[in-house]
């Protein structure tokens, strides 16, 4: 079975619970508000950061690394800040939760929001900013590779993907 | 007013599927997205290890990256699903409150997830 008939099987299954969910009645909240300045705040570090993606694409040599400290402090200090924003947002745990749970547990999928406390956007955040970091520390330190750039690059493009797909979802 | 069970079941289906077909699309464009994605960075972190383009310095963060966010695309496709049962659930309950309404004649506040 591939990745994607997984994942439509969940669904399916997910989507009966919700339906389940209605003939039961319950009233409670299964995701954090829209946050307009969250979603602005990630468009703009997305900007940023692939323009300094941009800027280093052939490599950089460890005596430069002055000319782009102040812009890889703005950068991981703008991360971290959409980081906090993003995780202030905590969903509790509640009956519709555990019914969810109860719902899959009965035909024998696994759980899936043992830990929705915390919004998936809030952690692809977070590793966005320490991908930025270590790559000042190696440039700091030793200077990175154009290879090493694009690796940095496709790593961040990534959970900005996963980070931005999830919180324009959130206008519902 | 007797209500129209059979109706009543259309309309419920009709609201269900307008929020599936557009949610569904979502899930299967940011899944196909992401596993291309992540199959894509870990051929080039493999091919930059090989050719010692990816060094000691970074290597196991970029292997422990590629680890970190597989997972974390799951944990996103989950949350995904959780907003569009909600959706779902505020769809089907609008046009079962809207129907008792309209059989018993009472304004009934539809019952929110929010």
Known sequence: MGALDRISRNCCLVISAALFLCLSGCATQLAPPYDKLVVDGLNAANTETMTLFAVVS??????DYGARADKYATLVGKL????????????P???????????????????IVEDAATPPSAHAIK????????????DKKQGVTAIEVQAFKGQASIYFDQA????????? | MA??????VTDMKDAASTVLMTDVSTFRGFSERQLEAIATQSAFVAAGIASGQ????????FLDGI????????????????????????????????????????????????
């Open chain 2, 3 to 8: 209500l129209d069970i059979s109706k009543l």
């Open chain 1, 127 to 138: 590793k966005i900013s320490e991908t930025v970091a270590k790559m000042r520390d190696t």
């Open chain 1, 58 to 63: 052939g490599g950089t040599r460890v005596g």
């Open chain 2, 67 to 114: 680890e970190d966010m597989t997972l974390s695309f799951a944990k996103t496709l989950r949350g995904l699903i959780l907003v569009t049962i909600e959706k779902v659930w505020n769809a089907v309950v609008g046009v079962i409150w809207k129907a008792i309404s309209t059989a018993t004649g009472l304004a009934l506040p539809v019952p929110s997830l929010g």
């Open chain 1, 93 to 111: 745990t509640n009956k519709v939760s555990e019914t969810i749970n109860q719902f899959l547990q009965n035909r024998g999928a696994p759980p």
């Open chain 1, 80 to 91: 971290d800040s959409l980081a906090i924003s993003a995780g202030a947002r905590p969903i």
């Open chain 1, 164 to 172: 931005i797909t999830y919180e324009n979802f959130l206008k519902r």
């Open chain 2, 54 to 61: 990816i060094t000691a310095e970074t290597r196991d963060f």
